[in-house]
């Protein structure tokens, strides 16, 4: 069987109301696909809405970046990703959540992809995000009604690094604190500095700098056969 891993990726393109664009940080899906391909799986993308999703943090200068632009399989899905309702959760070992702010606005309250994410995972497969990737999980419940982030160490964005970007009165609410109400132990290391945090086959990252970091504790956590 294929080993596959599904990246998600947020729809939403504006930034409250800044007028700012947002939607999903690249690199925070490009260096993940990177890992994950290096390693022999085959990543496909989904999106809240499907088709092309909103992307913002593009630099040129990053080649890892440039080569999953350039992937003609990825450019390809990136222009008609399928919505969360269209994916077999079957097919894949792991659920990767990219950041971006845009996923504050409708990672959480999506069902549809919450289900795909609660399938893979009690189907003993691995779930993982970055940044504000976490949003997915504030709301996501197991099939006997409980969060999955309750009394399991993770990592976010943090109220500190969402003050020292200037948006936290932007955002619909603080990720970290919003993830502690659900009885989540959150952990945070100096503002943007790496961290990765393992709780079983969920795997978490507080920002773009922990995005390598998460894709390869998900690595390690298939090939040590803890998800299964």
Request: net charge negative; aromatic share 8%.
């Amino acid at each position: 069987m294929t080993k596959k891993i599904l990246i998600a990726l947020t729809s939403h393109d504006r930034l409250g109301d800044t007028g700012s664009p947002t939607g999903f940080y690249l690199p925070e899906a490009a260096h993940p696909w990177k890992v994950f391909t290096d390693a022999g799986y085959e990543v496909d993308l989904v999106s809240v809405k499907g088709g092309e999703p909103p992307m913002v943090g593009v630099d040129p200068s990053d080649p890892v970046q440039n080569a999953f632009l350039a992937d003609d399989r990825i450019s390809g899905r990136l222009k008609a990703t399928p919505r969360p309702q269209d994916v077999d959760p079957a097919q894949y070992d792991a659920i990767f959540y990219a950041g971006g702010h845009g996923t504050m606005w409708d990672f959480p309250d999506d069902t549809t992809l919450a289900r795909v994410a609660r399938d893979i995972y009690e189907g003993g497969g691995v779930i993982a995000a970055v940044c504000h990737g976490p949003a997915a999980l504030v709301n996501l419940t197991l099939s006997d009604g409980t969060y999955l982030v309750a009394g399991k160490e993770v990592a976010a964005f943090t109220n500190d690094e969402e003050s020292a970007v200037g948006l936290t009165g932007v955002v619909p609410f603080a990720l970290q604190t919003r993830l502690e109400e659900r009885s989540a132990k959150h952990s945070g290391a100096a503002d943007f500095a790496a961290h990765v945090v393992v709780d079983g086959r969920l795997v978490t990252g507080q920002n773009p700098a922990s995005s390598t970091g998460v894709a390869e504790a998900v690595l390690e956590i298939l090939r040590s056969g803890a998800a299964a």
